[in-house]
């Protein structure tokens, strides 16, 4: 039973065959999905897959890219959308420093605001940090996001940071960059990481692992992360596959 805690089949990459894909993926093996948002749009489009598919849930929020486009009826829209029984998450939601593709300061506005979203409706968060990890892990603790919890999704800070996330009754999830060979850090975290605080995913469809970096990733090739996590944790797939599905049915509250 595997379990890709973090997808993206809404995206424009699986216009020709997204249905077939999604077939695909769950009958080879992956039990549950959950994709997760980055704008409105994107949001009804989460839940309508999630009410198609049985097997896949949503989660709903804007990301850090799209938080200039939001207003005062943004956070009124997701609550309604949060309201979906398919619905177990706000996100993907969080910082990115990398790109900048909106300013800082509505970047951390629209994240604490969507943090306490979360709060309110008693819903887990989905994190997203790329090359923000101070402000991220501030904006964390200053709105005690620890009350609902969640998870950093690709996760890409430092053993030390990864210390401070578990601390604040975070997951960490893992993607197929552990598999890249540059991976040192990531590998050093896992290694770190207890088995009850680990999850894994593939953010398709980007960031395909190794040995199909630069095609276009799909739930299937979550397998080539689980193997990974296995060879570093010195543990079998099997195990890593049951250990990851039960914290994500845990975390998100799915029976």
């Not at 993926?25 to 989460?46: D, F, K, L, R």
């Not at 800070?157 to 604040?168: F, I, N, Q, W």
């Not at 975070?170 to 990481?193: D, R």
Request: hydrophobic share 40%; net charge negative.
């Amino acid at each position: 039973m595997l379990f890709d805690t973090h997808a993206h089949y809404d995206d424009e990459k699986f216009d020709n065959d997204r249905y077939e894909v999604l077939k695909r993926v769950h009958e080879g093996g992956v039990s549950y999905i959950i994709n997760a948002a980055s704008n409105i749009a994107s949001s009804i489009e989460c839940i309508g897959l999630a009410q198609e598919f049985d097997f896949v849930y949503a989660a709903v929020g804007i990301h850090p890219h799209n938080v200039s486009e939001s207003n005062d009826n943004t956070i009124v829209t997701l609550a309604d959308f949060a309201g979906h029984e398919r619905v177990v998450a706000i996100g993907e939601i969080g910082l990115d420093y990398y790109y900048d593709y909106s300013p800082r300061e509505i970047q951390k506005y629209w994240f604490a605001k969507q943090i306490n979203l979360a709060k309110d409706l008693k819903l887990p968060i989905i994190v997203h940090d790329r090359d923000a990890h101070e402000d991220t892990l501030n904006i964390i603790k200053v709105e005690r996001a620890e009350e609902v919890g969640g998870v950093f999704h690709c996760y890409s800070g430092s053993v030390e940071m990864a210390r401070e996330v578990l601390k604040h009754n975070f997951y960490i999830s893992i993607g197929g960059a552990v598999t890249f060979k540059n991976a040192k850090k990531l590998i050093e975290v896992v290694k770190m990481l207890p088995n009850d605080r680990m999850l894994i995913e593939t953010d398709c469809p980007y960031l395909t692992p190794e040995p199909h970096r630069g095609k276009r990733n799909d739930s299937g090739y979550i397998r080539y992360v689980a193997e990974k996590v296995a060879e570093i944790k010195g543990i079998s797939v099997e195990e890593v596959a049951k250990i990851t599905a039960n914290n994500a049915k845990t975390l998100f509250r799915i029976v």
